[in-house]
């Protein structure tokens, strides 16, 4: 089991920042994958962004969906069991609710931006972008 908790949201102008947290519980944190997902009112949960486990290296695969690129970065730090949304450049249209999500391992650069790929879920938190 793997509990997600997630923080960092809140109200924030066009064109500013915030930096989104997961805090994991468990001793395996590492052999997940992790995601973003987002969800605004009326709009079905979609893909944000997601980070490789760990495979021994530094280095970590990313992926992101194409409206993210180039604002936000995810990353992840596996000694606080800790996976980030650093989000700049934020649009209005970046309003939503803000999922953290642990995929099954075996996930792969095919899968990894479905929902079903993904079997333990956080509460959300809450990014309001005011224009």
């Known amino acids: 089991q793997v509990q997600l908790v997630e923080s960092g949201g809140g109200l924030v102008q066009a064109g500013g920042s915030l930096r989104l947290s997961c805090a994991a519980s468990?001793?395996?944190?590492?052999?997940?994958?992790m995601g973003w997902f987002r969800q605004a009112p009326g709009k079905e949960r979609e893909f944000v962004a997601a980070?490789?486990?760990?495979?021994?290296?530094?280095?970590?695969?990313?992926y992101y969906t194409d409206f993210v690129k180039d604002r936000f970065t995810i990353s992840r730090d596996n000694a606080k069991n800790t996976v980030y949304l650093q989000m700049t450049s934020l649009k209005p249209e970046d309003t939503a609710v803000y999922y953290c999500?642990?995929?099954?391992?075996?996930?792969?650069?095919?899968?990894?931006?479905?929902?079903?790929?993904?079997?333990?879920w956080g509460q959300g938190t809450q990014v309001t972008v005011s224009s």
């Open positions: 999500a642990a995929a099954t391992p075996s996930s792969t650069v095919v899968n990894i931006r479905k929902p079903l790929q993904y079997d333990y």
């Open positions: 468990g001793r395996t944190f590492s052999i997940y994958p």
């Open positions: 980070i490789a486990q760990s495979d021994g290296s530094t280095y970590y695969s990313t």
